[in-house]
């Protein structure tokens, strides 16, 4: 009842804050006011308004809103969003584009589970679905998710990735983004083992922690200093009597935003103080710079207990990937053993969650591969988020992720060289 109670606290103070801002809001627009030449009745709206969407967001799941692509024959052809596998924790999500002849390119995109829902890979999944057929991997919300579906830990995790990979068959690229990569790296060699036929063609890994200590950052320096113990005490809660998933141990999405949001309060402070005087002078609008940004970060969902806590004591703590030594359901996932998949790692110079080495890791694990198989890329001046999204996504990444691909899109060219431009093997 103790964490119950505390989960539900937080809830009220979400809820408390956003009426006071819907009041300020109603009051600072009563029309009488325009009689008054103060700018505080302006303010008053601002803010109000600009505090109601804020708090009212972090309780919704963003829309895909991706509603066309426009094909070779120049026209916009529908996209339909449909779940393929449904799953307690997480579905398996297809966009199709309706009346366009089938790319070769199937891509299954591994979004992550650390604390936003896969709607902050938008960009990423707009980028992709005109040039392929995309798949996405959609994780639910733990809030919502009765106690009695069981437990979802990192292990069940790797699971649901092996089954998605079997479903959607070999001739698969698989693109994992950030916390799912050595997940999904540890999927494929249990594929390896199990299904040697299933495994993918490709796999992409994007900026993911495959060993932590291989480069420090302010996240990995958190999971060496806190013990278990005092991370389950800090961090775990159980859902209130509001949800589904009433008295689950979770990581709250409150409380992940809060984290989020302390590491650059100052700069999230003045784009919220920028943001109110602008709606004051009435030079904001609902699709601007700031609401399309702010909209998707402060939507966060819950994560069970158990994946939050395994996360940190196997990835970070016991480094379990990086040392080969992870198992799931009592089986090696023995990284040695993958050998007949193409392997690329990309990676952000100006990476301050996953730095560089990280992700890189993976390589000297794959001892299965050959050199011809693997591939790397160091994107100059790029932070974690650019590596998957903006500028350097679109014009740099975007295009060697493609070729890499498509070097590697029948099994029989496995072994033929690989030359990538502005590439770091």
């Known amino acids: 009842m103790k964490q119950m109670a505390t989960y539900d606290l937080m809830e009220t103070v979400r809820n408390t804050n956003e009426w006071l801002g819907a009041s300020a809001r109603a009051m600072g627009s009563y029309p009488v006011w325009g009689m008054v030449p103060h700018p ?18 972090m309780a919704i799941k963003p829309d895909w809103g991706i509603r ?21 924790f997480g579905d398996l999500v297809r966009f199709s584009v309706q009346s366009r002849p089938e790319k070769p390119r199937r891509i299954l995109l591994v979004a992550p589970m650390s604390g936003h829902y896969a709607t902050l890979l938008r960009s990423t999944v707009a980028s992709l679905l005109p040039d392929s057929e995309l798949w996405v991997t959609d994780w639910h919300n733990a809030r919502d998710i ?115 949001i302390s590491m650059n309060l100052e700069r999230h402070s003045q784009a919220f103080a920028d943001k109110i005087t602008a709606a004051a002078r ?57 050998s007949d998949v193409a392997v690329m790692i990309v990676e952000g110079a100006k990476d301050d969650i996953s730095a ?11 001892t299965g591969l050959k050199d011809s198989q693997k591939a790397s890329h160091l994107e100059p001046g790029a932070g974690h988020y650019g590596i998957f999204a903006g500028k350097s996504w679109r014009n740099n990444i975007r295009p060697l992720v493609f070729q890499f691909m498509d070097t590697h899109g029948k099994r029989e060219a496995k072994g033929s060289q690989i030359t990538l431009a502005a590439s770091n093997p």
Request: hydrophobic content about 45%; overall charge negative; charged content about 25%.
């Open 68 to 88: 066309t692509v426009v094909a070779e024959d120049g026209r916009d052809h529908l996209v339909e969003t449909k779940v393929e596998l449904a799953r307690p």
């Open 356 to 366: 560089p080495g990280q992700c890189l890791a993976a390589l000297d694990l794959l």
């Open 146 to 260: 009765p106690v009695s579906e069981g437990k979802f830990d990192i292990e069940d995790y790797t699971r649901y990735l092996v089954d998605f990979m079997k479903h959607l068959g070999p001739d698969t690229h698989v693109v994992a983004v950030c916390q799912p990569v050595p997940l999904a790296l540890a999927a494929t060699a249990l594929l390896a083992a199990e299904a040697p036929r299933a495994q993918p063609l490709t796999l992409t890994l994007i900026g993911g922690p495959v060993d932590p200590d291989a480069a420090a950052t302010d996240v990995t320096d958190f999971g060496r200093r806190v013990t278990m113990g005092q991370l389950e005490h800090l961090a775990i809660q159980r859902v209130g009597f509001k949800y589904a998933g009433v008295g689950r141990q979770v990581y709250p999405g409150l409380l992940q935003l809060a984290s989020f």
């Open 40 to 57: 505080m009745f302006r303010m008053m709206s601002a803010w109000g308004r600009v505090t109601e969407r804020s708090f009212a967001r």
């Open 282 to 338: 009435g030079e904001d609008s609902e699709r601007d710079q700031h609401n399309r940004f702010y909209d998707e970060y402060l939507a966060v969902m819950d994560m069970t207990a158990e994946f939050y806590l395994s996360t940190v004591e196997r990835i970070f703590k016991n480094r379990e990937i990086a040392t080969n030594s992870f198992m799931v359901e009592g089986k090696h996932a023995d990284i040695d053993a993958v």
